[in-house]
């Protein structure tokens, strides 16, 4: 499980489709409140989140 609020940039990129560009859109988004926010605040595409939404978790800052 990696935490969206504290994962490195280069744990993020071993997430199944999230590359440079999503890894970075994470990380400047932060902080996130529900993992859903990657797709509310138009992160990542629902796609993408529904491939990595059961290895990610968030613990709000």
Known sequence: MIDINS???????????????????????RPYQRTGELVTKNVIPQMNYDRIKE???????
């Open 55 to 61: 290895h990610i978790m968030t613990r709000p800052k």
């Open 7 to 29: 994962g490195t940039f280069d744990q993020l990129k071993t997430l199944v489709g999230i590359g440079d560009t999503y890894a970075k859109r994470i990380v400047e988004g």
